[in-house]
């Protein structure tokens, strides 16, 4: 089925270590974005990439790098993990749909940094 | 910067009820979106409006794009148990097919102990 895949769905760290969230789609969007959900707070936006081989930062990039590795793939980087960012990870991919300009989310990672 | 006052925070549903939502901002859009999220998931498109006033609907929902482009309702007619979830409003200013969504709180639906 077409849509978004992202890897790991759970992951627990521990304060200091790093990790990278991998997102991949298959629906040859040019956009792709990262977002966090913390409880409360809706989804916020970390980081984007209107297209490949660009990136640009969200409302809370602090803490986190990205790559866009190709048109399919975009990933998210943790580089020293801490227990702020213990939260869900939902990465999106947006383009047109038939006639309906669309995100479509993945399934999300759930992320704890002890 | 951009700002989604969603209301109400949650809300419990007895089968059958209609249930209304809205979401209000500091500034105009031109693409309101609504999306349903279950426990575990990633949120699902319901409904995309694209022009003040526009009147939409997708089954049991409505939604409407308001005329000021500020602001957007979703009413749900007839609740079943299944509709119970987060509701989340979003406002997007599409340049092609990119823009960044701005995302309200989300609405809570639950059931009526």
């Known amino acids: 089925n077409a849509g978004v895949t992202q890897t790991p769905k759970f992951q627990v760290l521990k304060t200091g270590q790093s990790m990278t969230l991998q997102c991949a789609q298959d629906m040859n969007h040019n956009s792709m974005y990262w977002y966090r959900q913390d409880p409360g707070m809706g989804l916020r936006l970390i980081y984007y990439s209107a297209s490949e081989g660009t990136t640009d930062k969200g409302e809370v990039p602090n803490g986190y790098n990205v790559s866009r590795l190709n048109k399919r793939e975009f990933s998210l980087r943790l580089e020293s993990a801490a227990p702020s960012q213990t939260s869900v990870y939902f990465c999106a991919s947006s383009g047109r749909q038939g006639s309906v300009y669309g995100y479509t989310f993945g399934s999300g990672t759930r992320l704890t940094v002890v | 910067g951009q700002q989604l006052n969603q209301s109400p925070q949650s809300m419990f549903i007895q089968e059958g009820e209609d249930v209304s939502m809205n979401c209000t901002s500091s500034s105009i859009f031109n693409t309101w979106l609504w999306y349903k999220q279950d426990p575990g998931e990633g949120p699902v498109l319901l409904i995309a409006l694209y022009k003040a006033g526009e009147l939409t609907s997708n089954g049991r929902l409505t939604a409407q794009f308001g005329i000021t482009r500020k602001d957007s309702f979703l009413n749900i007619s007839a609740s079943i148990p299944s509709d119970v979830g987060i509701y989340f409003c979003?406002?997007?200013?599409?340049?092609?097919?990119?823009?960044?969504?701005?995302f309200g709180k989300g609405t809570k639906l639950s059931v009526k102990p």
């Open positions: 979003a406002g997007v200013n599409y340049g092609g097919s990119q823009g960044n969504l701005i």
